[in-house]
C-alpha cells in the first residue's frame, strides 16, 4: 500500500535559501507534525507539495500518484487549512459554499451543514466579520465537506485562543480514526503536536533534521544539565549546543543513553519538549 505522502530527494533553489534533497514519508492513519523555525522551509515544501511552485529536483508523491501528473485529481482529495484567509471578504458563509462546492466531484452539502452547525458559524455573516477563529473554522469545514483523504494544515492555529485550539486538536483526533486519512500539520506551536502528532518532522535551513515517531525523539534526546567543570573536549562533541549559567550548564544530546553512560550521576537527564529542541538546533548553528 503506498504512503498517503512521499517526499523524496525534493530541492529548491532560492537567492539566499534552498531546500536541500530533503525526503520523508508519511503513512496511512497518522498525523506528522512538520516543525521548524521561521524560515526553515516549512512553507515552501507544503507549496511545492501542492504543485504551487515548482521543484528543481525531486519527486513528490500523494496517494502513492505524482503530485504534477495527477495534480487536479490528488486537490480533489485533499483538504488545506492555511494560516490566513483566501476567502473574498465580501462574501458570507453561504455564498463561499456555492463559489466552493462545484470544485470537487465528492461535495457533500450534508456534511458541510453538520459542521457549520457543530462550529456554530452564522452562515449569512460575510468573511469580513468573522474572527479569526471562525475563519479556521469554515477553512476545516470546507476541508472536510468533500471527504478529504489528506488534510495539509499550515499554521492553522496561530493567533487562536487555547479553546479554539484544543477544538482543533479534537477534530483532527476524530478525523484519524478512519485509518485511510492522514494529517500533515506544519506548526510552531510545538504543544499541539505533544498532545496529537504521531510522527515529528523537523527542518533547520532546508535541511531535515529527522523524521521519526514522537516516541522516537524523547527515546534518545535529552536535556542534559551538570555543572561546568564536566565540558571539556571529549565531551562537547555530543552536544548539539550549550548553554551555560551561573548555576552550570545546559545542552541538547541525541543520545542520552550515551551521555548517562560516561558522565553517570555528575548529570541530571530530562526529557526536553520539541520546542526545547528547535531552540538548541538553531543556537548551534
Known amino acids: 500500500m503506498a504512503p498517503i505522502l512521499e517526499v523524496r530527494n525534493l530541492r529548491k533553489e532560492f537567492e539566499g535559501f534552498s531546500l536541500k534533497n530533503i525526503s520523508f514519508v508519511l503513512e496511512k492513519g497518522y498525523i506528522m507534525g512538520f516543525i521548524g523555525p521561521n524560515g526553515a522551509g516549512k512553507s515552501t515544501t507544503i507549496k511545492l507539495i501542492m504543485n504551487l511552485i515548482h521543484k528543481d529536483e ?11 501528473r495527477y495534480e487536479k485529481e490528488i486537490k480533489e482529495r485533499i483538504g488545506f487549512v492555511f494560516d490566513e484567509n483566501y476567502f473574498y471578504d465580501e462574501l458570507t458563509i453561504s455564498e463561499v459554499k456555492r463559489v466552493v462546492a ?8 450534508k456534511l458541510f451543514y453538520k459542521y457549520i452547525k457543530e462550529f456554530s458559524l452564522p452562515l449569512k455573516k460575510k468573511i ?19 471527504h478529504a483523504e ?47 502528532a504521531d510522527y515529528i518532522t523537523f527542518i533547520n535551513d532546508g535541511d ?11 527515546e534518545n534526546y535529552g536535556l542534559v544539565k551538570g555543572p561546568k567543570e564536566l565540558l571539556h573536549s571529549s565531551i562537547q562533541p555530543l552536544f548539539i549546543s550549550v548553554k551555560e549559567n551561573q548555576f552550570g550548564f545546559e545542552a541538547l544530546t541525541k543520545d542520552k543513553q550515551k551521555i548517562k553512560r560516561i558522565l553517570g550521576d555528575k548529570i541530571i537527564v530530562d526529557k526536553p519538549s520539541l520546542e526545547d529542541i528547535i531552540v538548541y538546533f538553531q543556537r548551534g548553528m
Open 58 to 68: 525531486g519527486e513528490i508523491k500523494v496517494f502513492g500518484l505524482d503530485n504534477v
Open 102 to 109: 462545484p470544485f470537487y466531484r465528492n461535495w457533500d452539502d
Open 128 to 146: 469580513k466579520h468573522l474572527s479569526k477563529g471562525m475563519k479556521m473554522k469554515l477553512s476545516l469545514a470546507i476541508a472536510l465537506s468533500h
Open 150 to 196: 489528506l488534510l495539509i494544515m499550515d499554521e492553522p492555529t496561530s493567533g487562536l485562543d487555547p479553546i479554539i485550539r484544543s477544538e482543533l486538536l479534537d477534530i483532527l483526533s476524530s478525523f484519524i480514526q478512519d485509518e485511510n486519512r492522514g494529517v500533515f500539520f506544519s506548526t510552531h506551536i510545538t504543544s499541539d503536536l505533544d498532545k496529537i
Open 208 to 218: 531535515i533534521i529527522f523524521s521519526c515517531t514522537k516516541d522516537e525523539i524523547f
